[in-house]
T-cell receptor, first 112, second 120 residues
Framework: KNQVEQSPQSLIILEGKNCTLQ??????????LRWYKQDTGRGPVSLTI?????NTKSNGRYTATLDADTKQSSLHITASQLSDSASYIC???????????FGKGTRLSVIA | GAVVSQHPSWVICKSGTSVKIECRSL??????MFWYRQFPKQSLMLMAT?????????EQGVEKDKFLINHASLTLSTLTVTSAHPEDSSFYIC????????????????FGPGTRLTVL
């Protein structure tokens, strides 16, 4: 069964600190993996998207890694800001026109 | 970048009425759009896949006669919640697939900002 598991479920960090969110998946055959940021009451916004051949991709203070062999991904946030408070969702796409598989997200709270 | 809009952003209606939500891809053509529902602190749940010019494909457990989907053009899909009830109150999000690769090389889906539906 295609699944995406994220950890931790929630996280509270101090402003300026770094954090790493984890994503494990069992989606096959793998096409790509995406990380989205979703603010409360808003739609998801894409942060990074990686295919099988890409093992790291950065978008400003966000850096995603992908290990297709172990089927794991991480999202590292550097020098966190209050505006980083949101849910971060890992989404994996299988090959073909199949539905995206969503993780349940990690709720990040950055506090002053 | 690719932009997907939704209208309205929020709506409050009485039980038994119907509500229409529009989803538009503003700078690319989308032969396929998707409708999701999200309950508080839950992940997005796919309701249906909307294909331009053909009938939508509904996920198991989603009533096609209650959630009417029309994808009349390459940039517009609509979701109509018919005879809405309080249990239909949720956050509805659409996404559009850039299947022609006009803004992304990844056959990527771009999400709208969502519509908050509250049924009294």
């Amino acid at each position: 069964k295609n699944q995406v598991e994220q950890s931790p479920q929630s996280l509270i960090i101090l402003e300026g600190k770094n954090c790493t969110l984890q994503c494990n998946y069992t989606v096959s055959p793998f096409s790509n993996l995406r990380w989205y940021k979703q603010d409360t009451g808003r739609g998801p916004v894409s942060l990074t998207i990686m295919t099988f051949s890409e093992n790291t991709k950065s978008n400003g203070r966000y850096t995603a890694t992908l290990d297709a062999d172990t089927k794991q991904s991480s999202l590292h946030i550097t020098a966190s800001q209050l505006s980083d408070s949101a849910s971060y969702i890992c989404v994996v796409s299988a090959q073909g026109n199949t539905p995206l598989v969503f993780g349940k997200g990690t709720r990040l709270s950055v506090i002053a | 970048g690719a932009v997907v809009s939704q209208h309205p952003s929020w709506v409050i209606c009485k039980s038994g009425t119907s509500v229409k939500i529009e989803c538009r891809s503003l700078d690319f053509q989308a032969t396929t759009m998707f409708w999701y529902r999200q309950f508080p602190k839950q992940s997005l749940m796919l309701m249906a896949t909307s294909n331009e010019g053909s009938k939508a494909t509904y996920e198991q457990g989603v009533e096609k006669d209650k959630f009417l989907i029309n994808h009349a053009s390459l940039t517009l899909s609509t979701l109509t919640v018919t005879s809405a009830h309080p249990e239909d109150s949720s956050f509805y999000i659409c996404s559009a697939r850039d299947s022609r690769g006009s803004v992304s090389s990844y056959n990527e889906q771009f999400f709208g900002p969502g519509t908050r539906l509250t049924v009294l």
